[in-house]
């Protein structure tokens, strides 16, 4: 025979090695204090130990996973070993279904949603009906994408569709009903990245004659194009907010945090229509009729101008061109425009083919010396 340590010949039967003095029986390695089944301690990153066992499996994405029940917290790895027969002998949670998540949100974190996202979420909420009465936990990715695909042809309000979903899994997972987030496999359709046309210059003086014709109600069109207002911070705009002296308009912003804060500012010909409206419209707001009627209204005015029916966002793009064809700092048409970031002012910023000529024949053109002809014939 031959030591364990270190190869030495041995006779058979040595107890030790006389060369190292290993002793030559492999000592037997101590059984496992618990059988499959029975769970685990381990120290966790608080450094404290944790108490865990596995109470069944799920296949998510085509893989089986482990569903686990834990505790963690303690002080001694013999009180975490103590606690596993208490995990064991909990009853499994069942999932709730979506509905019953919705309505816990509602009760809690909706109400501290901005009033736009509690929108989105409101209408997003029912196109996810057939998923209403499903325990969350038996959801598929293949069920979120067919109500997603069935709910919404386009971008955004499949966005809304996922992001509601992705924030129901996320109560779910706090709550150790699944493991993972399935919203988050969600495929979107294509996002659309045409552009808003912006009204051209020609259409712009059609509205201010239109104006001057009589039909004051064109001054709403021109205070949008000239200022870069939404429809929504339009038609929530109160007269008390407008100061025709420092030709602002102040808290009337609407979605981001830039909007709400910087001053819609009024150029001098605006502010007189501005006090037209004032005048015209009856109570507190600048605007004194509901969304429906305000959009017949608008395109019925456009129509009688001559001018082509772009949706009334047109004109935030609008106010972004013009001021971009008067040469404004880019920075200046930011802070006007009231974005946060220069990037999203370009895309509010349409050059047509006119511009794009006038400004390429603004470059620098070569002056040949009179014996120095342009193109000269190689000699051969």
């Keep these: 025979m031959n030591c364990i340590k270190c190869a030495a ?7 030790y090695c006389c060369y190292c003095g290993k002793k030559q029986t492999a000592t037997q390695k101590k059984g496992r ?3 499959n089944g029975e769970g685990s301690v381990y120290r966790d990153s608080t450094g404290r130990w944790r108490a865990q066992i596995v109470v069944g499996y799920k296949l998510i994405n085509g893989r089986s996973q482990s569903v686990k029940r834990t505790k963690a917290g303690f002080e001694t790895k013999r009180a975490a070993i103590e606690y596993l027969e208490q995990l064991r002998g909990q009853p499994t949670k069942q999932a709730p279904t979506l509905q019953k998540l919705w309505e816990e949100y509602q009760a809690a974190g909706y109400t501290k949603l901005s009033a736009s996202r509690q929108e989105k979420y409101r ?3 029912p196109k996810l009906d057939p998923l209403h009465l499903s325990r969350i936990d038996l959801l598929t990715t293949a069920d979120l994408q067919q109500t997603v695909n069935d709910g919404a ?3 955004y309000p499949a966005r809304d569709m996922r992001d509601l979903l992705s924030l129901l899994y996320q109560i779910a997972i706090a709550n150790q009903y ?7 496999y969600i495929i979107l359709p294509e996002l659309n990245a045409k552009d808003q046309q912006a009204f051209t210059q020609e259409e712009v003086l059609k509205l201010w004659k239109h104006y001057a014709a009589g039909d004051w109600w064109t001054g709403y069109i021109l205070l949008m194009c000239y200022t870069g207002m939404m429809p929504g911070e339009l038609m929530e705009a109160k007269k008390e907010q407008v100061d025709l002296h420092s030709r602002t308009i102040t808290g009337a912003g609407k979605k981001t945090k830039t909007r709400k804060e910087k ?3 009024l150029a001098d010909e605006i502010v007189p229509v501005v006090q037209s409206l004032m005048e015209h419209t009856q109570g507190e707001k600048l605007l004194r009729i509901n969304k429906d009627r305000f959009y017949d209204r608008y395109y019925e005015t456009l129509a009688a101008a001559g001018v082509p029916k772009l949706p009334p966002y047109s004109c935030r793009h609008t106010a972004a061109t013009m001021l971009s064809d008067a040469d404004i700092r880019p920075a200046l048409v930011q802070s006007i425009m009231r974005h946060a970031s220069y990037t999203t002012t370009q895309r509010y910023v349409h050059e047509n083919v006119t511009s794009a000529l006038e400004a390429v024949n603004q470059l620098p053109k070569p002056t040949p010396k009179a014996e120095e002809p342009l193109h000269t014939v190689p000699n051969e």
Excluded: Q
């Design 9 to 15: 010949a041995l006779p058979d039967g040595a107890l």
């Design 33 to 35: 204090k618990r059988a």
């Design 123 to 125: 209408i997003a909420w």
């Design 153 to 155: 042809k386009t971008y």
């Design 178 to 184: 699944v493991p993972v987030n399935l919203a988050e």
């Design 263 to 265: 001053p819609i500012v």
